[in-house]
């Protein structure tokens, strides 16, 4: 019996046998009802990774459906084949023709009517995995939908394997090849059903009399700014992502304050135009009433006037304004008012209330748009809360390979010559035919340079794409206002598939039916690739999602990209690439919207973001600045926390501690006391990170009674659903009195403790103590940035907030996470922090435990007598060898071959990732056997080899990122 045969057979008995047979649950029947991660979507990209031939029987197979798989696809080496139908007439001609564009896929039309089936079948080295049940290949099947599928595993002999095989066979017979032929005799018969698409803007939700009322989001806005209004504000700033109904908003809004004259303010008259049809259209009264002030159109006296902001305040017309004329005044794109022309027109007016609208308030300049609005937000949606809304499309972003040449990849640096040549225009249409919509493309290309933009547009109209001419025209900021608007027109009667530009488009313009953008452009500032991005998030009838198709060179930004994606701001690199793993695993983001990059590009991704500078004061001071700009005072550690903005222990931890920051950045006046210093060290070196809450919670209690027995203290960790055992309790005093840190530490935290204990009962240590009550109490959050009290209680209040948002409030070591030597140390409950002389692993004796520490991939420099081959053999198994000079009969040996302890595994892929290491959960040793390595000037040195076997096996997504190169990619 093969060892997969084995592994086959225990899990099969615990699938449908008996649940407490002991097996490896890798082969074991599942039932996937798409309960995040365990999708459809992830199961089929999963297999597909491990597998060399499919099968796919569905009758219904959506665009949207083959976006979300469509870099699977192409990565994927082998060939497979997708049986689907005519049934009900479901699926669109353009998703048949996509489906004949996957080189490595043949696809076959079963001929029969009530064709039904929901299939996926995957041939692998050692047998045959399905997937059945009631998804088909459509995004909300494979991710949103409460489906049933059983995924089960057979060998190769198995019966059920034949049947399967039988079945496809069956109906391979009666299907026949797909073909443009067919389908062009399928879309002039095809009888379509009704769309699930909106055949109509759904952010203007309309009552039973056809009147526009609010929907949820907006209600919700309305009830906050009239909350705000009845406070007596005057100002305020909504705050609403691209596409998601800001112009119908405001007119809701002067619907229910009834304001007598309205002003509503733009910087382009086309966008004026809009915002006067929808007003009209909300406030249901004659056009008339609606007035323009753009152009040589002065028409000052309406009681609805809409217009541009250089018209507007030009002298002449200005001045025919009384400042009281107007009780509402609304400004689109806020953001722009530090502009001159904005601030000379808002010191000018004095409206009852003046409104603000932005999609990214923030500015790169300093001055500070809240202010302006006395820091009134009374509503608040950025992209992710909108596509989780559904407020705007979803979107498909694909981060592919830039052109190479040379092994020169197009860069910061590329000369025009390069960026146009014939091969790069090549590399760009094939690109186009992978990832893009096969048919009625209506895209925006990002381009570097306005040079580039004209001549890639002249080359691109001669390219043939998908069996046909593209057509394509470039616009730059030298193109007149009507040259804009005329190919926007263009664009949107699909006369042109794409119009090339550099930056006209990032805001301000409105193509609803835009449905792929292409970015031939290194990633500038994560704000703008947002803007960018919203270009084409706007929900327009037949349009179901965006294609997003980003060419990645050796730009130096490449790492802004995760963190615009993912909206990851908080300069932690460990988070960020964190996340770039888990999205292979979960596969999708803020609801049915995916992020996919090829092998290279992620790659390159990676190694940006490693030699990225994210840390550095400059950076810091600009996060510190935004924040206070929305506050009005200097941000504590929580609020960078509840705004999700820089992460606390980065910025706390990188100089000593925050208030020694913000004295070091000139933000604040007063600095620490030498002994303040030290204390505040202590806290954000050792606790700050929540990785365990013991510690936080005990000092909470003491700086609130004074006291507190161990009792009372046990108590308060059970009522806390936390570990309260006594290693734990015990664990906690040696942290809290420094005689669980080195000499060296305790030396650098001025070697005075945090508490005392006597008898049973715990205090502040006096020193502490005295620091901690000398320092004024703070009332007001301004006041808070140079007091001791404050910034203690910050760091408890963050690091309790973290703790609990971060999933370690149990003070367990979580599977996935990351952690440092000294984080394992202290979790496990080490009489001594070890982490110096660990050496990649340690048995220690006072906890019983042994944590084991893996570099996957050693430095070239590193010693043959330290060069181990540890690999990770499979997702379940760790080949591990310990040090040299070891045998099967050495002390420490026994202890992990006996398996007398428990053993804890931690890998990270190089020296490159810094300190932490991933927690890959607990492991028995098998298979040990003594070996030899090389060792200086050849001599063989004897060690002992062992798998290792993990209780759950590694996530896949992980365990490919661990075992993929960390070698430079050019």
């Not at 976006?67 to 699926?91: E, P, V």
């Not at 992978?434 to 001669?462: M, Q, T, W």
């Not at 028995?924 to 076997?949: F, I, W, Y």
Request: aromatic fraction near 8%; hydrophobic fraction near 35%.
């Amino acid at each position: 019996m093969t060892t997969f045969e084995s592994a086959l057979g225990k899990d099969t008995q615990f699938g449908f046998l008996d649940s407490s047979i002991s097996s490896q649950q890798l082969l074991n029947p599942l039932l996937i009802s798409n309960d995040p991660p365990d999708t459809m979507l992830h199961a089929i990209k999963s297999k597909l990774r491990r597998s060399r031939t499919f099968t796919f029987s569905v009758a219904f197979i959506s665009s949207t459906g083959i976006a979300l798989l469509k870099q699977a696809l192409l990565d994927f080496k082998g060939t497979g084949q997708i049986i689907t139908s005519r049934y009900l007439d479901f699926n669109d001609p353009s998703m048949f023709r996509e489906l004949m564009l996957l080189d490595n896929v043949e696809v076959f039309i079963h001929q029969d009517d009530g064709f039904h089936s929901k299939g996926y079948v995957f041939n692998h080295d050692l047998g045959v995995t399905a997937l059945v049940g009631s998804s088909n290949l459509t995004e909300k099947a494979l991710v949103v939908n409460r489906e049933w599928n059983l995924k089960f595993s057979t060998s190769p002999d198995g019966d059920i394997a034949f049947q399967l095989d039988n079945a496809i066979g069956m109906q391979l017979q009666r299907s026949i090849p797909l073909t443009e032929d067919w389908i062009r005799e399928y879309e002039a018969n095809r009888r379509a059903p009704e769309r699930l698409i909106s055949t109509r803007l759904p952010l203007e939700q309309t009552s039973n009399s056809g009147r526009i009322v609010a929907n949820k989001m907006q209600e919700e806005a309305l009830e906050s700014l009239l909350e705000l209004v009845n406070r007596g504000e005057s100002r305020g700033l909504i705050i609403s992502a691209t596409g998601t109904g800001k112009t119908i908003l405001a007119a809701l809004a002067t619907r229910m304050l009834k304001p007598r004259r309205v002003l509503f303010v733009v910087h382009r008259e086309q966008i004026l135009d809009k915002a006067r049809q929808e007003f009209i259209k909300v406030l249901e009264e004659p056009e008339d009433r609606f007035g323009k002030i753009a152009g040589s159109i002065k028409q000052l006296d309406h009681p609805y006037a809409f217009a541009t902001i250089q018209s507007l305040t030009q002298e002449s017309t200005l001045k025919k304004i009384a400042p009281d004329a107007f009780d509402l005044v609304i400004i689109d794109e806020v953001h722009r008012a530090g502009a001159q022309s904005y601030l000379r027109l808002l010191d000018y007016l004095t409206p009852k209330f003046l409104l603000g609208l932005s999609a990214t308030p923030e500015r790169t300049d300093g001055f500070n748009i809240f202010e302006l609005f006395d820091f009134n937000v009374p509503y608040e949606i950025r992209l992710k809360a909108a596509l989780e809304e559904d407020m705007l499309v979803p979107f498909h972003y694909y981060g592919v390979t830039d052109f190479t040449i040379n092994n020169e990849t197009i860069s910061d640096l590329s000369k025009l010559s390069t960026l146009v040549s014939e091969e790069r225009v090549k590399h760009i249409v094939e690109s186009l035919r992978k990832y893009g919509f096969p048919e009625h493309v209506k895209g925006l290309i990002f381009c570097s340079k306005k040079d580039e933009a004209h001549e890639l547009s002249r080359l691109l109209n001669h390219c043939m794409l998908n069996g046909k001419l593209l057509r394509t025209a470039a616009l730059t900021g030298d193109d007149s206002i009507s040259q804009r608007e005329d190919t926007v027109a263009r664009l949107e009667a699909g006369e042109l598939d794409y119009i090339l530009t550099v930056d006209i488009f990032n805001e301000g313009i409105d193509i609803p039916s835009l449905n792929q953008i292409v970015m031939l452009r290194g990633t500038q500032s994560s704000i703008i690739f947002t803007q960018q991005l919203g270009r084409g998030l706007r929900k327009s009838p037949a349009k179901d999602h965006l294609r997003v198709i980003d060419f990645i060179g050796n730009y130096d930004n490449n790492y802004l990209i995760p963190i615009a994606l993912f909206g990851d701001n908080s300069r932690n690199k460990d988070s960020i690439r964190r996340r770039m793993i888990d999205n292979e695993t979960v596969g999708t983001l803020a609801g049915v919207s995916s992020v996919n990059f090829d092998p290279i590009a992620q790659a390159r991704i990676l190694e940006s973001l490693q030699r990225a500078r994210l840390e550095t004061k400059a950076e810091f001071k600009n996060d510190i600045l935004q924040l206070k700009d929305r506050l009005n005072h200097l941000p504590q550690l929580m609020d960078l926390a509840r705004f999700n903005t820089v992460d606390p222990v980065v910025i706390a931890s990188k100089y000593k501690n925050y208030w020694s920051l913000l004295f070091s950045l000139k933000l604040v006046d007063v600095a620490p006391t030498k002994m303040e210093e030290n204390f505040l060290t202590l806290l954000t070196n050792e606790l700050l990170n929540g990785k365990r809450p013991h510690e936080l919670l005990l000092l909470r209690e003491l700086l609130k009674f004074g006291q507190l027995s161990v009792t009372e203290y046990r108590e308060l960790l059970a009522s806390q659903l936390t570990k309260n055992d006594n290693e734990t309790i015990s664990s906690v005093e040696r942290i809290l009195v420094l005689e669980f840190f080195t000499s060296q530490q305790v030396q650098k935290y001025g070697e005075n403790p945090l508490i005392r204990k006597v008898g049973d009962t715990y205090f502040l240590a006096p020193e502490f103590q005295n620091a901690f009550k000398s320092s004024p109490e703070v009332t007001r959050p301004e006041h808070a940035s140079e007091s001791f009290q404050a910034h203690v209680l910050d760091i408890i209040e963050t690091g309790l907030y973290t703790s609990r948002h971060s999933g370690f409030w149990a003070g367990e070591l979580i599977v996935g996470e990351r952690y440092t030597r000294k984080d394992v140390c202290r979790i496990l409950n080490w009489e001594k922090n070890h982490e110096g002389t660990i050496y990649g692993y340690k048995v220690d004796r006072f906890s019983s435990t042994c944590p084991i520490f893996v570099t996957y991939h050693k430095s070239e420099d590193v010693s043959a007598s330290t060069n181990y081959g540890d690999e990770l053999k499979d997702p379940q198994t760790l080949h591990w060898y310990s040090r040299s000079k070891r045998t099967l009969e050495s002390a420490e040996v026994l202890s992990i071959t006996s398996n007398s302890m428990p053993i804890y595994v931690f890998v990270k892929k190089d020296d490159q990732e810094g300190t932490d290491f991933f927690y890959l959960g607990q492991a028995h040793s098998q298979n040990s056997q003594q070996e030899v390595m090389a060792g200086k000037e050849g001599a063989e040195l004897p060690v002992v080899s062992m798998d290792l076997r993990f209780e759950t096996p590694v996530e896949q997504s992980l365990y490919e990122y661990l075992n993929t190169s960390s070698k430079s990619v050019k």
